[in-house]
């Protein structure tokens, strides 16, 4: 059998015909261009050559006076005003390209790779941030940049947005100065007027009344030494349980300012919350550490609390300036110390403190807060009343949920946007644990014959609760997973509690202009979206 061209790999030699003249053909011209990408185009990131199928799109339209013209797919072109060349942007379905987040191939409808115009990576319309519109695909003219290279034109570290939040540098201030003094004038309520709000006597003047307020204060609340061993203990021990318990490790979200990057977030909060409550009740039943013993030093343990969120505040944004972490600044003190100046701080390159701050401290404090309630009602009474239990569901479901969440919570944007300010600093280490809880202060400092409900409205309230937290848990969660099912990271866990219609299989969205889907099934079908 004769071989075929094809089969040898070799160019045949033209047959000889003597006495006959060859006609003369048109000369290749060398200057034309080439039909075949070149290496920089073939969007690989380790830069090698790889044979691939391409469908080409033509160059973005020419602007008017910036010298730049249409050519083929696949070609290059020079920009007449610096001379650069610019690899033209194409969307493939070959094998042989793979995203640069996912590095999967993978390339279908709603969702197909495409090469940046000006460094030509490629990038799924899902895994770039923000997603790429359909009409990239759709307009041959289109041009589109991606976010890494948008970055690369603009300082990372100044705020380029404009946009203040809380009303600017007045706002933030009056916040900061305010909120402390807030949270000892409901502590006293709590405390001393019965759950009341403290006002003036009838005959007792405004500076007598400021006066009695801080003397309560001081006498209550001084941050004793032994109030700064339970706080700083209960932080130091949640700390080491998120280091070196049992856990995953996920994924976040790329880093425009650091090229794409993802971290590497590890979860170890189921392991984390129950063997919290397995020390607090061993340390409360032997008598080391009895839990009601919180109650009775709450005052000294919320000024131990907020004096150390303004310190870690400090320490967080000089410790960021002095290594140059500092990222999106407004040049504004106040505000930027409010907001915050770093937004990944790490210790130990695996504890992640903002992570470590929204998700450990606030509730696993919380809820330590209702047991220690309802320990001293079982001590003073004999029994924990249904309003006790009551209260100490919320705290409990919140961390339950915020644990079997965990590792999707990557995808929020207190993480993956927000800075370690004083902003999720205080809030978290001394706002959120010590605010949400006076109810249970009123419950701990009355007898339940002050706040009995009759059963059947008790049992009612049970239901209505139960029924309220299962949205809200499952909403979250079809939220959630839709997000890391779009990004290729769904990790299916079984950590308790699990609820069921925690994930929408083949959800139906809404596609918006910027490209971005938005999940229009599940709960968000329920609500009218």
């Not at 994924?251 to 919290?276: I, M, N, Q, V």
């Not at 992640?352 to 929204?358: A, N, P, Q, Y």
């Not at 479901?397 to 300010?421: C, F, I, M």
Request: hydrophobic content about 40%; charged content about 20%; overall charge positive.
């Amino acid at each position: 059998m004769v071989a075929t061209r094809a089969q040898t790999g070799e160019t045949p030699r033209k047959t000889p015909h003597p006495g006959f003249v060859e006609t003369p053909t048109r000369r290749a011209n060398s200057d034309a261009p080439e039909s075949f990408p070149t290496g920089s185009d073939t969007g690989k990131a380790d830069g090698k050559v790889t044979p691939m199928s391409v469908r080409g799109k033509k160059a973005p339209r020419a602007h008017e006076g910036d010298g730049s013209s249409s050519k083929t797919p696949g070609t290059v072109s020079r920009n007449a005003t610096d001379g650069r060349k610019r690899p033209k942007r194409r969307y493939t379905r070959s094998r042989d390209i793979v995203c640069k987040l996912c590095e999967k191939p993978d390339s279908r409808v709603g969702n197909q790779i495409v090469f940046c115009d000006r460094c030509n990576t490629p990038w799924h319309q899902v895994c770039h941030q923000p997603p790429i519109p359909e009409h990239v695909i759709e307009v041959e003219e289109a041009e589109w940049v991606c976010a890494d290279c948008l970055v690369q034109r603009r300082d990372p570290i100044v705020e380029a947005s404009g946009d203040l939040d809380f009303g600017g540098s007045l706002g933030v201030g009056t916040i900061m100065i305010l909120f402390p003094p807030l949270m000892y004038y409901l502590w006293i309520g709590a405390t001393f007027y019965d759950g009341h709000l403290p006002l003036p006597a009838r005959d007792q003047s405004l500076s007598d009344f400021l006066r009695q307020l801080g003397s309560l204060a001081y006498e209550g609340a001084f941050p004793t030494p032994k109030a700064w061993a339970i706080y700083w203990a209960f932080l130091l021990f949640e700390a080491a349980c998120y280091l070196y318990l049992p856990g995953v490790t996920v994924k976040g979200k790329p880093l425009p300012h650091e090229g794409g990057r993802r971290l590497d977030y590890y979860c170890s909060g189921a392991w984390s919350f129950y063997s919290t409550i397995a020390v607090a009740a061993a340390l409360h039943f032997t008598g080391v550490f009895k839990l009601y013993i919180i109650l009775d030093e709450f005052g000294p343990i919320m000024s131990v609390a907020i004096i150390s969120g303004i310190l870690i505040s400090f320490v967080a944004y000089f410790s960021a300036l002095y290594r140059g972490a500092q990222i999106r600044m407004t040049g504004r003190p106040v505000y930027d110390f409010f907001m915050g100046a770093e937004l990944n701080p790490r210790m130990f390159g695996l504890l992640d403190l903002k992570m470590f701050s929204e998700v450990r401290m606030p509730w696993y404090l919380l809820f330590l807060i209702s047991c220690a309630a309802a320990a001293r009602q079982y001590e003073q009474f004999g029994f924990v009343s249904g309003e006790a239990k009551r209260a100490s569901r919320l705290p409990g479901l919140s961390p339950a949920t915020t644990l079997v969440l965990k590792a999707r919570l990557t995808n929020h944007r207190d993480v993956y946007y927000e800075k370690w300010g004083f902003m999720l600093i205080f809030w978290n280490f001394a706002g959120v644990p010590l605010t949400y809880c006076h109810c249970t202060l009123f419950l701990s400092n009355n007898a339940p014959s002050v706040y009995h409900w009759k059963r059947p409205a008790l049992v009612l309230f049970y239901i209505a609760y139960l029924a309220v937290y299962w949205v809200w848990d499952t909403a979250n969660s079809q939220k959630n997973r839709f997000r890391q099912e779009e990004r290729g990271t769904l990790m299916e866990r079984r950590t308790f509690p699990q609820l069921p219609w925690q994930r929408v299989k083949n959800p139906r969205i809404i596609k918006t202009k910027a490209g971005e889907a938005i999940l229009a099934d599940g709960w968000c079908k329920s609500c009218g979206l």
